[in-house]
């Protein structure tokens, strides 16, 4: 077995109803909380009020701010700059990604007091971080992006000049996640469809990415399965949706342990440029396009580098997904390639050209898409490729 390391996770309370263990696990911290919700989901449900009732019980004080989009850098300065006077001891986001990554981001700088400018990938002086961040606790209420086990706050600026770019540290991570599928209870079916593409496109990427380890291999394949087993049902809202839930969560927690330790692959590249210059939600972006990406990466494999590993990887997805076993690779790769796009139609996944992608666009998109997440690809694609992907979902 090849060697590998792994880095730091949070601790993890994971199951229906651990929620009602967040007031003491804040409390553990001190007396003083900075909560960050999404602009409704959670506020709306007896959650919330159980919630701040349960803290005052304790004692511990709080105040609240709220993320109702994916988080700007200046957003994040906004809100450290308010609450900078504060001396809380925990932070909690509760939330979809948005929150989670902007709550993840105001814990790494309350007590650091630098724009979040300073330490972005990709842009600025990319100072060295050094902490200290404020304990941060992560409450996720949609399955989807895994920023609860994730090292990393992902900020955009939207626009002709935008970028999608990472805060990351190790420091970064959540000290607690705490994942109770019962908070999905409140999520819309199109947040379960995206969101849901999302934890699957990020469990196969990590599964077939170049630094993939057999410790990240057994826990992608896990949520995989898991993932097969409840996505569209519980899109459907069909038969045990508690249990479909539970599974939906598990796959998502997966998602973000494997990506934050292994990273991810081209739907990812691609995703940073689509969510910088146009108004795409990064579920769908990366729901849109998983598909079209695997077709593409084991086209490109077979082609050019036929005794890749990563093919005898998504020849055994292919047996995992359809449940069943191939004869011929060749079939297997069509029927993944086929059931990820019938589960694209089937949970509606709106192409590109819906959020404005132009065919003029194209280039601007593939010079901007060879980021971090691109160089885990199991294939460096070239720019053809790229643009087959994105023609297919344009
Ligand atoms: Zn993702």
């Not at 988080?71 to 932070?91: Q, R, Y």
């Not at 692959?265 to 769908?284: C, D, N, R, T």
């Not at 084991?298 to 990563?310: D, F, G, K, T, V």
Request: with cysteine.
């Amino acid at each position: 077995m090849t060697a590998f390391s792994i880095a730091r996770l949070p601790r993890i309370e994971f199951g229906a109803g651990t929620l009602q263990k967040l007031p003491d696990i804040i409390a553990s911290y001190g007396a003083r909380v900075l909560l960050v919700t999404g602009a409704r989901s959670f506020i709306n449900t007896p959650h919330w009020q159980f919630l701040i009732d349960q803290l005052e019980h304790r004692s511990v004080t709080w105040r609240h701010c709220t993320v109702a989009e994916e988080p700007s850098p200046a957003l994040i300065d906004e809100l450290v700059k308010a609450h900078a006077g504060d001396d809380f001891t925990a932070v909690a986001g509760i939330g979809g990604g948005s929150a989670l990554d902007a709550a993840k981001a105001v814990a790494g700088l309350l007590r650091v007091q630098r724009s979040v400018m300073d330490y972005l990938e990709g842009v600025g002086p990319e100072l060295p971080y050094q902490g200290p961040a404020v304990p941060f606790i992560a409450v996720p209420t949609t399955a989807g992006t895994g920023s609860e086990a994730t090292k990393n706050a992902v900020l955009s600026v939207q626009g002709e000049n935008g970028f999608k770019k990472s805060f990351r540290h190790d420091k970064l991570v959540a000290e607690y996640a705490i994942v109770d599928p019962d908070l999905l209870a409140s999520c819309p079916a199109s947040v379960i469809a995206a969101n849901g593409m999302d934890a699957l496109t990020q469990l196969l990427e990590s599964y077939v990415s170049t630094k993939s380890n057999a410790f990240t291999d057994a826990l992608a394949i896990s949520g995989l399965q898991s993932a097969r087993d409840a996505l569209i049902p519980l899109y459907r809202q069909h038969g045990d949706l508690a249990r479909h839930r539970e599974k939906m969560a598990y796959a998502a927690l997966l998602s973000g342990i494997t990506l934050a330790q292994v990273g991810l692959g081209s739907v990812h590249g691609l995703a940073s440029p689509l969510g910088a210059f146009y108004p795409i939600p990064h579920g769908a972006v990366c729901g849109t396009l998983v598909a079209a990406a695997t077709r593409v990466n084991i086209h490109s494999l077979l082609a050019r580098e036929p005794n890749n590993q990563a093919l005898a990887k998504y020849l055994h997805v292919a047996e995992i997904l359809c449940e069943k076993r191939f004869i011929d690779p060749g079939a297997a790769f069509n029927a993944l390639a086929d059931l990820l796009t019938q589960w694209t139609e089937e949970l509606a996944l709106p192409r590109l050209s819906h959020y404005g992608l132009q065919e003029t666009g194209l280039d601007k998109v593939i010079a901007n898409c060879r980021g971090s997440s691109m160089k885990t690809n199991p294939i460096v694609l070239n720019d053809e490729e790229i643009r087959q992907i994105l023609i297919e979902r344009f």
